[in-house]
């Protein structure tokens, strides 16, 4: 009895909310639309999640696998030290070896306990996404540098909205989410986009890429590679860093990303394909179920061939009610909602016959009262 009820709620939630329209490939409460993916959370705050790709968890093993120093000939490399990987100074930079683009970023960082130098030659070093663009690593804990080139900048181009910062040999977490641009035929689709908590305070907030900042020069919107790795500075002070883990990020409507709002080719080439789905269902399932499921189809596309099986499981299932009304209500109703939503939303003809019949067939056996 729960199951039936449950199936009856859902079938009839399709034909809800308003319907796909030309840059939405979705209905608005579409139940069709994929349930988003189950993810773990961390045991505490910054713990990575399941999905989580972990990049170092503190010991040698996992730095060894997915790191890399950049600098060929080099007197001194990156230590693992008591859980945390520290910088050498002249050891250059390290990468990871995996490469990735747009991603949830998690790091933390300590600047030396022991106090040394001002402006950015104190704790400084940086996290680069995708090799190129920085944001800001320094112990700015009572150092005041050019705002722009502060701890959570994006290094050039954007000051952090805050500082945060705990005091030096503390550490401090640094949660980033990045977009990187999208440019095609010399056309920026997208400028790409940082937003960073430090220590869980917003201090980027969808800040524009504007060509992803640099040293001295106003950088421009430029293209970005696919992929890329993290790149950890050596800025000739011994910062030591943990936890390091990203999580990619779902595609953009620009990208391909079917959520949001897409272009009208994007919009009817995926309704089409979930149209086409929806008709492959109708065809294993049979009666009523089979005509909801076609009628469904017909809020995404409007196809000739599924318009005329409609017609022909319609019909079928007037005549099956007129045959045997008794218990039937339930599925009478349930077809002429969802024939009245088609028709409220263009979907049908507003002077299509099934509209009178099933009027009549209601009335006949008095369920509209
Ligand atoms: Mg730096």
């Not at 954007?158 to 999208?182: C, E, T, V």
């Not at 992929?227 to 860093?241: C, E, S, T, W």
């Amino acid at each position: 009895m729960l199951l039936f009820f449950l199936s009856a709620t859902l079938a009839s939630a399709q034909f809800y909310g308003d319907p796909p329209d030309d840059h939405h490939p979705w209905a608005v409460h579409d139940n069709n639309r994929p349930q988003p993916p189950q993810v773990t959370p961390g045991k505490v705050p910054g713990a990575p999640p399941s999905d989580a790709i972990v990049l170092f968890d503190g010991t040698e093993a996992s730095f060894k696998a997915n790191w890399e120093h950049e600098k060929k000939n080099r007197k001194t490399e990156w230590q693992v030290i008591d859980g945390a990987v520290q910088c050498a100074k002249g050891a250059g930079t390290i990468r990871s070896k995996a490469q990735f683009a747009d991603c949830q970023l998690h790091v933390e960082w300590a600047a030396p306990a022991k106090v040394q130098g001002s402006s950015q030659g104190r704790g400084n070093s940086g996290v680069f996404l995708m090799g190129t663009t920085e944001i800001q690593v320094l112990d700015n804990y009572n150092n005041p540098t050019y705002p722009d080139g502060f701890a959570g900048s994006v290094y050039g181009v954007m000051p952090p909205a805050a500082n945060p910062l705990h005091a030096p040999g503390k550490w401090q977490s640094y949660d980033i989410i990045f977009r990187r641009p999208i440019v095609k035929d010399g056309v920026v689709l997208d400028e790409g986009s940082f937003t960073v908590l430090i220590n869980g305070v917003v201090v980027q907030d969808s800040t524009p890429l504007e060509g992803g900042g640099g040293h001295r020069g106003r950088s421009k919107p430029r293209a970005f590679p696919e992929k890329g790795p993290l790149k950890i500075q050596d800025h000739g002070n011994p910062v030591r860093f943990r936890n390091i883990w990203y999580r990619p990020l779902r595609k953009r409507p620009v990208e391909g990303g079917t959520d949001g709002k897409l272009s009208v080719e994007a919009t009817t080439a995926k309704r089409a394909e979930i149209a086409a789905d929806l008709r492959k269902d109708a065809a294993t399932k049979k009666g009523k179920e089979r005509l909801l499921r076609l009628l469904e189809s017909l809020c995404y596309e409007v196809d000739e061939e599924a318009v005329s099986v409609a017609e022909e499981e319609g019909q079928a299932f007037m005549a099956g009610v007129k045959a045997k009304p008794e218990g039937r209500k339930g599925d009478v109703i349930q077809v002429n909602n969802a024939v009245k939503y088609l028709v409220k939303h263009g979907r049908m003809p507003s002077d299509h016959e099934a509209i009178g019949q099933l009027k009549a067939l209601i009335k006949e056996n008095g369920w509209d009262k």
